[in-house]
């Protein structure tokens, strides 16, 4: 299947694609930390879109210990579907 994509279609991946490598760089060299809270999520990308997005499997919580352990959530992960929802979104 052969699809025709926009200009503005082009400058919207290419746009995205920047940002998340720019936010990949800056997570590499310690200027925004690799993991948010599950609190620091939710306020960033909205409680709904992360429990869809752990529901369907897209993005893994971890956990760092037992018991009271604080839930953290990988941002270029979350950052990707983020950016992949609104091409998704728009085109």
Not at 8 to 37: F, M, N, V
Not at 38 to 54: C, L, P, S, T, V
Not at 69 to 88: N, S, V
């Amino acid at each position: 299947m052969l699809y025709e994509f926009s200009d503005w279609e082009i400058t919207l991946i290419i746009k995205s694609a920047a940002e998340l490598g720019a936010r990949r760089a800056l997570c590499a060299t310690g200027h925004l930390k690799p993991y948010l809270t599950k609190a620091q999520a939710f306020r960033e990308y909205g409680r709904a879109n992360i429990e869809h997005w752990i529901e369907l499997g897209l993005i893994t919580p971890r956990k760092d210990g037992d018991h009271s352990a604080t839930w953290r959530i990988e941002r270029i992960e979350a950052d990707t579907i983020r950016c992949a929802k609104e091409i998704i979104i728009y085109i």
